[in-house]
């Protein structure tokens, strides 16, 4: 408490004298707005910015005013994350930084391009990203802690809703699609499986000899993108949190110096070292390699799957029967083969796409497809970097229209929890924004805030 208190204290002096402080690429920066014992630096503003427009997102309103409202409510969602100790699964880091990334990539061109945009490194970068995509987890966890899992919506309420709102505010439902599909995963050679772990294996004999570090091996060698670039580290995890596979071995470590066997999960093969131990969370290194899958397997797999899709359609099978006793894909092989759209908003899952929400090789092949065809084979990466080969059907093509209480229920229903869930949330900020320190510089106070609070706290600070 007494270290929370000295740090406030300095924020506190530094931005009341109008003290800068030196950013790491040496460019002065200062000290903005300070929300409890954290400070916002001009910096983080500009990096927020630069990052929306590297996306192609767009920025509604000033950003100078928009951007630092924001990062000061993550920072009060991210104190709450503390306080009820929240953690984040590291496979969520990886994927979403993987993703984060190629979406940068994709938009400005470039590797080459995205580094010279935003002024530094790849490696800087991920870094960046890593964190950015850990708080937006936190905060997104909070937020459904604050609002329940579960909604006392009545059917009564949502069709009072709809009556309600007049008919040119009507939602416009975008056309939806509602998809089947059947994966298989081509073989991977005994052969390419014995050359990774031969390579682990030449990797823990030099780690544990002292002719290489395990973080400079990880940086040269490791196929996870969310640790490779910090040396294979990982955040302070819980066992919950990991691949069952990954955790028994990992958690079974005690002497730092060591090296685990090597352990197999559904990311490919890894080798693990223990950092550090708190309680039952703890902080690991790995190497993960992933077997690639040859050519020829590709084919052959294709091969099966246009087999398979041309007794499908000639009735021999069922798309149905077929999707549960041959697809390998465990969300769908139980229902059918049919895609349950997990959208963050939705608790139950729909399956409804919007065009853009299907994977987007699923996406590309859909897009042209009528009612009731069968696609040719064709290969899609899931999110743990696996290759499969996949057919899919077009069970549903739903235009777009304006929303109608008949065949949007689910829709309409998720508005109105979306609307209460947001009020829950608008009350928790307003009394955390009364109950924390806050002050702002004066040449960033004159903004048309959501949270009018933020002046009136300013003020009381003065």
């Known amino acids: 408490m007494r270290r929370k208190t000295r740090k406030l204290i300095l924020l506190v002096i530094l931005l009341g004298s109008g003290i800068m402080s030196y950013a790491q690429n040496n460019i002065i920066d200062e000290i903005i707005w300070v929300v409890g014992d954290e400070a916002i630096l001009k910096s983080d503003v500009e990096k927020v910015r630069l990052g929306m427009l590297s996306r192609g997102e767009r920025i509604e309103g000033d950003p100078y005013c928009l951007i630092p409202e924001q990062l000061a409510v993550q920072k009060l969602f991210l104190d709450q994350a503390k306080i009820d100790s929240i953690d984040v699964p590291s496979n969520v880091v990886s994927n979403g930084l993987s993703r984060y990334e190629k979406g940068v990539i994709d938009n400005l061109g470039s590797k080459e391009k995205a580094e010279e945009y935003l002024g530094a490194t790849m490696s800087q970068l991920r870094e960046e990203w890593r964190e950015q995509i850990r708080n937006e987890y936190l905060v997104s966890e909070v937020k ?9 919506l009545t059917p009564s309420e949502v069709r009072r809703f709809y009556a309600q709102l007049p008919k040119d505010s009507l939602p416009y439902i975008p056309p939806t699609v509602e998809v089947q599909i059947i994966t298989r995963e081509p073989v991977i050679p005994l052969k390419e499986v014995d050359q990774i772990k031969d390579r682990l294996r030449d990797y823990t004999n030099r780690i544990n000899s002292g002719a290489t570090d395990f973080s400079t091996l990880a940086v040269l060698y490791s196929e996870d993108p969310g640790s490779a670039a910090s040396g294979g580290e990982m955040d302070f995890t819980g066992r919950a949190l990991l691949a069952p596979e990954f955790a028994n071995a990992a958690f079974a470590l005690s002497d730092t110096k060591k090296v685990s066997n090597i352990v197999e999960t559904e990311y490919g093969f890894h080798i ?28 052959r797999t294709t091969l099966l799957l246009d087999s398979l899709a041309t007794d499908i359609r000639s009735d021999k099978v069922t798309f149905d029967d077929a999707a549960s006793y041959v697809s390998q894909d465990k969300e769908t092989n139980r229902n059918n083969g049919l895609m349950v759209n997990r959208k963050e908003s939705t608790n139950y899952g729909t399956p409804r796409f919007a065009m853009e929400e299907l994977p987007p090789e699923v996406g590309k092949v859909v897009g042209n497809m009528k009612v009731g065809e069968i696609s040719s084979p064709f290969v899609m990466k899931l999110p743990n970097g696996k290759d499969v080969v996949a057919i899919v059907k077009l069970k549903i093509r739903i235009d777009g229209h304006v929303a109608n209480v008949s065949d949007d229920y689910q829709i309409l229903k998720e508005i109105v929890e979306n609307n209460k869930h947001e009020e829950i949330l608008k009350k928790w900020l307003q009394t955390k924004v009364k109950n924390t320190y806050i002050k702002i510089d004066k040449d960033w106070v004159n903004c048309d805030f959501q949270y009018p609070d933020w002046v009136l706290r300013n003020q009381a600070n003065k």
Do not use: M, T, W, Y
């Open 144 to 152: 459904k802690k604050l609002v329940g899992k579960k909604s006392n």
């Open 272 to 299: 693990i070292q223990l950092v550090e131990r708190r309680g039952d969370r703890a902080k690991f290194r790995h190497i993960l390699l992933r077997p690639k899958v040859s050519p020829e397997e590709i084919k």
